[in-house]
Structure formats: C-alpha cells, structure tokens
C-alpha cells in the first residue's frame, strides 16, 4: 500500500472525487487540494447527512490536516462562508491550513470572467463566473496577489492599488461596474484577519509530515478532460487536474506520489459547452441523470449524459499515470436492458483510439460502440464484489480490458458504506 496517493477524476469532473477521497481520508493523515477554486463542487453523504463543498477538501471530516496548496486561487469570503458552514454542522475546522503562496481571487476578476464569457457570444466556453480564469491570467501575468501578500495590509495595498487601476479601466470601458480602493481595501483586511492563523508555508509543512512518515492523499478538482493543456481545449479550466500538477500545485517532489487513483463514472456526464462524442438523449438518458441526481453541485446546471468513453478513460491514464480505478455509480445503470461502451474513434473514415488536439476534430470523432447486456437488479446493498450480478462483472471488466487500469473501488450509492473494496489504496 502507498503512502501518498492522487485521487483525479478521469472525464469531464462530477465524478464523485469527494465521495472516493472522503472514504480513503479514514487512513490519510493529510488531505491536500492541489488547484481550482470554488467553481468545483464536491457532494459528501455519511451518517444519513450531505455536505456540499467547493473549496475545502473532502478530508475535511476525518483528516489530521486539510491543505488548500499553492496551486489553487482561493476567494476569500467564500471560503469564509464554507468553514461557517461546516462549523454550523458540527464539523471543526481548526485543522485546515492555507498556502501562503496561493492566488486569490477578488472582486474584480468575477466581473473580468463574465465580461470575457459575454464578449465571446457563440463562443462562450461555459464558466461558472466564479473569477477562476481571470484569476489564474493574473497569476501567469504576474500581477496576480497571493494569500501571504493579502494578510500583509502593506504590501496588499500597494499590489492592490497598482491591479485595480488597470482592471477598472478595462470594466468602465463595457460600461461594467468598477471598484473603490479604499472600500475593497477595508472589506479584504478584515476578510484576511479572518483567515490569518491557517495561512502557513504547506509544502514545507508537507516536508516535515512525509519526514515523519504520515500518509498524505492528494485530491483534484474537475478532470483531466478539463485540463488546460491535456483537455478539450479552449473548453476546458484554467488549471491542471491532471495528477502531474500535484507536484507544483502542492511543492512536492515527483518522487512522493505512490500511487493514482482515477475516479470514473461507469457512464460520461459533461456540463456546459464543449464537443462530447458519446453523449446521448432520450428516455434512458433521463433515467441515468434523475437516478443519478445529475445536476451541477455549484451551478445546478442538468448535465449533459453519455455512454462510458474509453478512449478518454485511457487518454487519462496516460496523461496522469494512473495506477487504479474507482468506480462511481455503477448502481445508476440498472434496468437498462443494453449498455454501450465506447471503444475507439472514427475520424474521417479512420479508427483512432486518442483523443484528438484540436476541437474541430474532436467534433467530427464518432464512437465506436461494443453493446453488453444490463441488469435488473438493485445494486445499493451489495458490498462484496461476488455478490454484483454477472452482468455487472462483466461490464467492469470490459472498462479494465478497454482503458488497460485495475479497477480497485466500486461504488454502488452516495454513502461512503455503499462501496466495494478490491485492492487496499492506503
């Protein structure tokens, strides 16, 4: 068994990280996040209760220390609003730690992000206008403030005032509304007051547990479809979900991860724009998104339902090394009398099995199907991996044969009981 784990998702997010890292923080010490911000949405269910989070990670309930690294942009007031919402339900927050070296998102970039998504038309991108992109162009422009930046009232004033003249400048021009100095000075101070005795230098904190032999999981945000150099580009974040980020967005070594963990639908959903071969309408996607509760945690926005891609199952795998697969709702496929998984890609008359660069061609690409037979029965109560119905076996096993990963976690429900262990991870 490792100790030190990724856990990424391998399609287009939604699918159901927080459930697989919230079950494998039982035997993680540290839990730490790695990039995004609060345009990701995490849904938790134990103990007959549901948590909703965006920011904070998932071991939040049961690990020694929760980190939000270096590569996220962090919004100060709503992570505010999430640790008060987690206190309010009983949950202690003492323990959460956050990189002094993360960006954080102001004012300012939420208003950028729907100008940008509004000047773009029929091109739009899909953001949940939550400022992560503008946020990110800040970073990479290097004018971007950091968290250890925001809690030192000097130095936030000064990098805050030579940003803001240039961002109000640009919203006046589309007659968008701009922002006081002094007014947005005053709010963030008291905001970074709040925040002030979490913020520490994580990866050196990350050092000293590795050090002293403590077991650390590193969870993402989104999927690797999302990722912006190995996604579907332009419709992807503005970060690297992919497992590789984990050494830069949390400042440790390539050399500490011991194992990857993808998390999979055993179907494909997506939300917002963005070509998605295997996507499918009709009866039975209804049946899969209303059994799969298949709304966006953070927008609310029905998602978009597919049949199980294995080509983009096994781009992931490539791309972030991935060692073993979860899983999800596995449980949301019965009574569905045949059951479609796609094998390769037809481009122009070729078979392919990649992803292609370019949008354009990712487009045309047509799925080429293998059909397996369903099931009826129920599968929410089953904990045992014999006790699933031969059909469901064999469904996992074509996933294995077709994305070359061992399947290690089967998920049949949201309640962290409702899983099926094949291989310990931690």
């Given at each position: 068994?490792a100790k030190s784990v990724v856990v990424v998702g391998t399609q287009?997010?939604?699918?159901?990280?927080?459930?697989?890292?919230?079950?494998?923080?039982?035997?993680?010490?540290?839990?730490?996040?790695?990039?995004?911000?609060?345009?990701?949405?995490?849904?938790?269910?134990f103990n007959n209760e549901q948590f909703k989070l965006r920011l904070?990670?998932?071991?939040?309930?049961?690990?020694?220390?929760?980190?939000?690294?270096?590569?996220?942009?962090?919004?100060?007031?709503?992570?505010?609003?999430?640790?008060?919402?987690?206190?309010?339900?009983?949950?202690?927050?003492?323990?959460?730690?956050?990189?002094?070296?993360?960006?954080?998102?102001?004012?300012?970039?939420?208003?950028?992000?729907?100008?940008?998504?509004?000047?773009?038309?029929?091109?739009?991108?899909?953001?949940?206008?939550?400022?992560?992109?503008?946020?990110?162009?800040?970073?990479?422009?290097?004018?971007?403030?950091?968290?250890?930046?925001?809690?030192?009232?000097?130095?936030?004033?000064?990098?805050?005032?030579?940003?803001?003249?240039?961002?109000?400048?640009?919203?006046?021009?589309?007659?968008?509304?701009?922002?006081?100095?002094?007014?947005?000075?005053?709010?963030?101070?008291?905001?970074?007051?709040?925040?002030?005795?979490?913020?520490?230098?994580?990866?050196?904190?990350?050092?000293?547990?590795?050090?002293?032999?403590?077991?650390?999981?590193?969870?993402?945000?989104?999927?690797?479809?999302?990722?912006?150099?190995?996604?579907?580009?332009?419709?992807?974040?503005?970060?690297?979900?992919?497992?590789?980020?984990?050494?830069?967005?949390?400042?440790?070594?390539?050399?500490?991860?011991?194992?990857?963990?993808?998390?999979?639908?055993a179907y494909s959903t997506r939300v917002g724009e963005g070509a998605?071969?295997?996507?499918?309408?009709?009866?039975?996607?209804?049946?899969?998104?209303?059994?799969?509760?298949?709304?966006?945690?953070?927008?609310?926005?029905?998602?978009?339902?597919?049949?199980?891609?294995?080509?983009?199952?096994?781009?992931?795998?490539?791309?972030?090394?991935?060692?073993?697969?979860?899983?999800?709702?596995?449980?949301?496929?019965?009574?569905?009398?045949?059951?479609?998984?796609?094998?390769?890609?037809?481009?122009?008359?070729?078979?392919?099995?990649?992803?292609?660069?370019?949008?354009?061609?990712?487009?045309?690409?047509?799925?080429?199907?293998?059909?397996?037979?369903?099931?009826?029965?129920?599968?929410?109560?089953?904990?045992?991996?014999?006790?699933?119905?031969?059909?469901?076996?064999?469904?996992?096993?074509?996933?294995?044969?077709?994305?070359?990963?061992?399947?290690?976690?089967?998920?049949?429900?949201?309640?962290?009981?409702?899983?099926?262990?094949?291989?310990?991870?931690?």
């Amino acid at each position: 068994m490792a100790k030190s784990v990724v856990v990424v998702g391998t399609q287009w997010g939604d699918e159901g990280k927080g459930k697989i890292t919230e079950f494998l923080s039982e035997k993680a010490d540290y839990v730490v996040r790695y990039q995004g911000g609060n345009n990701a949405g995490h849904t938790i269910e134990f103990n007959n209760e549901q948590f909703k989070l965006r920011l904070i990670p998932s071991g939040i309930f049961r690990a020694e220390k929760v980190i939000l690294g270096n590569g996220m942009v962090i919004n100060p007031e709503s992570l505010i609003e999430e640790m008060s919402y987690l206190n309010e339900r009983g949950i202690n927050t003492d323990h959460i730690r956050i990189s002094n070296r993360a960006h954080v998102i102001l004012p300012y970039h939420i208003e950028m992000d729907g100008l940008q998504e509004e000047l773009k038309k029929d091109k739009k991108v899909g953001t949940t206008k939550r400022g992560i992109g503008p946020c990110y162009t800040d970073k990479y422009a290097r004018v971007g403030i950091r968290i250890g930046e925001l809690i030192n009232k000097k130095i936030f004033k000064t990098k805050l005032e030579a940003t803001l003249t240039e961002k109000n400048e640009i919203l006046s021009k589309y007659n968008k509304p701009t922002f006081d100095l002094d007014e947005l000075y005053t709010k963030y101070c008291k905001l970074a007051d709040q925040i002030r005795p979490f913020v520490s230098d994580t990866s050196y904190e990350l050092d000293l547990a590795y050090n002293n032999g403590k077991r650390v999981l590193f969870e993402g945000a989104q999927g690797v479809m999302l990722d912006i150099d190995h996604g579907t580009y332009p419709y992807v974040t503005s970060s690297n979900p992919s497992a590789g980020a984990v050494t830069v967005g949390a400042g440790v070594g390539p050399t500490k991860i011991g194992e990857v963990i993808g998390v999979v639908k055993a179907y494909s959903t997506r939300v917002g724009e963005g070509a998605f071969p295997t996507e499918f309408t009709g009866e039975v996607s209804e049946q899969i998104r209303t059994v799969g509760r298949e709304y966006g945690t953070v927008t609310g926005r029905p998602r978009r339902i597919g049949w199980f891609d294995g080509v983009i199952v096994s781009h992931t795998r490539r791309v972030s090394g991935l060692t073993g697969l979860s899983i999800n709702l596995l449980d949301v496929l019965s009574e569905i009398d045949t059951l479609k998984v796609c094998t390769a890609y037809e481009l122009n008359g070729e078979k392919i099995a990649y992803v292609p660069s370019t949008v354009e061609e990712f487009e045309s690409c047509v799925p080429v199907y293998e059909e397996l037979p369903g099931w009826d029965e129920d599968l929410t109560s089953v904990r045992r991996y014999d006790d699933l119905p031969e059909n469901a076996k064999r469904y996992i096993k074509k996933i294995e044969e077709v994305t070359s990963v061992p399947v290690k976690i089967i998920s049949v429900g949201p309640d962290r009981e409702q899983t099926i262990i094949l291989e310990e991870i931690l």
